[in-house]
């Protein structure tokens, strides 16, 4: 078992490798808060002496406490595309548009050409739909579920 002094190096270096294979990755593994937590864990144990187990549960729990706070985060940041649009996103007909075809949205108070992209369901003049893109002064739109 190594002696009491060696013990912060050893979670040092722990924080050290994960942050080494953290960033060599191209994508976000998570990886970030278990060295987060082996760093913690290393200057708490250079503190005060912890038994090995008391030191491995402070960095699960903040390797999993951070990974939660993350993803509730991202989950606000980057809402689904299920969930519902941004009120910029949404555009009023006004004039009908057939299954794939073009017509005139009002969107921030100014009329727009635009052309559905969805090539089944024909939109009627007065009903929403979102705004997915736009290439030069035209709109792609979808319409919105009907509720």
Do not use: Y
Not at 10 to 23: F, K, N, R, S, T
Not at 93 to 100: M, N, R, S
Not at 120 to 134: C, H, L, S, W
Request: hydrophobic fraction near 50%; include cysteine.
């Amino acid at each position: 078992m190594p002696s009491p002094t060696w013990i912060p190096m050893i979670w040092l270096a722990v924080a050290g490798l994960l942050l080494a294979i953290e960033l060599a990755q191209p994508s976000f593994d998570g990886l970030m808060f278990a060295a987060l937590g082996a760093l913690v864990v290393s200057i708490l144990t250079a503190i005060t002496p912890m038994p090995l187990i008391l030191q491995m549960i402070f960095c699960l729990l903040i390797t999993v406490l951070g990974t939660l706070w993350l993803t509730r985060w991202s989950a606000r940041r980057n809402p689904s595309p299920d969930g519902l649009r941004q009120r910029e996103d949404i555009a009023e007909v006004l004039t009908p548009i057939k299954a794939g075809g073009d017509g005139r949205v009002r969107w921030h108070g100014q009329s727009w050409a635009a052309s559905s992209i969805d090539l089944e369901t024909p939109i009627n003049a007065g009903d929403q739909v979102v705004v997915m893109g736009r290439e030069g002064t035209q709109l792609q739109v979808l319409p919105l579920p009907r509720r």
